[in-house]
């Protein structure tokens, strides 16, 4: 397949331009610091107490704005969606109820589709927390609670396509968001629950019994085995060791592919041999009921490649090793 090829690089106005923009929109972001006031308060407290939803409608650029803030709300435990403010002049206002809060995104506070679903919304008892950048605009003074989102200047050198003013829109949103989480008291677990196909869900909602082989697929022999015994168990199961288990079906030890190694380099022939005097006995165990990345976890600090899980009885209930917890996606 011959090669695509690849335009010369950008000049030096490219890059020094590009740096601009950045330092522009952090300076925009930094000056919101100084507003977060007795208003942002306000508003922290409405949506704490919001019965319904918290719905989020804008549109244009401050619309997707507006969809990220509803998402980033739902994922950190405040109920939320987004509504386009033209779609809602059309049908969808019937989504918008008394017993939710909307939260309106414009940054010149004039739109015209913003301005025609908020008053009915209003009249119907629906609270109304406004971000714009300008204090004395239309939307503003229909709000209950105003958050000031106003930027200096646009990062776009024509001053025109929203850059500064969507990034401060972004940043104040995702303050409401994790200032909600704070005050929920919205933890790693709750997060992981919004998040269950994540990284982070699996490894704070998998359990080790999630993961275990269990039944006759637990390498296992009773305690009177020989090691030859041990080793076909090693070879069916394919876990690379064996538990060993007492009258009582207890764990009384295990017996792994490296004891075999390291017996067969010291006595050579194994075949007479027992595997209660060389397995290794009181062996790192797990309760079944334990977080598999707590799994991972032991394994790791131990320098272990396998675990049997045991009940509190101590009777062996699974095992697994790391292929288990990888195919898992655990680790």
Known sequence: MAAVPIPAAAGPKALALAREVIDIEAQSVAALASRIDEAFARAVGLLLACRGRVVVTGVGKSGHIGRKLASTLASTGTPSHFVHAAEAAHGDLGMITRDDVLIALSYSGEGDELLTIVP?????????????????????????????????????????????????????????????????????????????????????????????????????????????????????????????????????????????????????????????????????????????????????????????????AGLLVGALNNLDLMNAKVI
Not at 216 to 224: H, L, R, S, T
Not at 233 to 254: C, F, H, P, S, Y
């Open 120 to 312: 009915p919304a209003k009249r119907a008892g629906t609270p109304l927390i406004a971000m714009t950048g300008n204090t004395a605009s239309s939307l503003a003074r229909l709000a209950d609670i105003h958050l000031d989102v106003r930027v200096e200047k646009e990062a776009c050198p024509l001053n025109l396509a929203p850059t500064s003013s969507s990034t401060a829109m972004l940043a104040m949103g995702d303050a409401l968001a994790i200032a909600c989480l704070s005050e929920r008291g919205f933890g790693r677990e709750d997060f992981a629950r919004s998040h269950p196909g994540g990284a982070l869900g699996r490894q704070l909602l998998t359990r080790v019994r999630d993961v275990m082989r269990t039944g006759d697929a637990i390498p296992k022999v009773a305690i009177e085995a020989g090691v030859m015994d041990a080793v076909h168990e090693i070879t069916r199961k394919q876990l690379g060791m064996t538990a060993v288990q007492d009258a009582n079906g207890a764990l009384a030890g295990i017996f792994t592919d490296g004891d075999l190694r390291r017996l067969l380099e010291r006595v050579g022939d194994v075949r007479a041999l027992a595997v209660a005097d060389v397995m290794t006995r009181a062996p790192l165990t797990i309760d079944a009921d334990a977080l598999a990345a707590e799994a991972a976890q032991l394994m790791d600090r131990e320098r272990k490649n396998q675990l049997l899980v045991v009940d509190d």
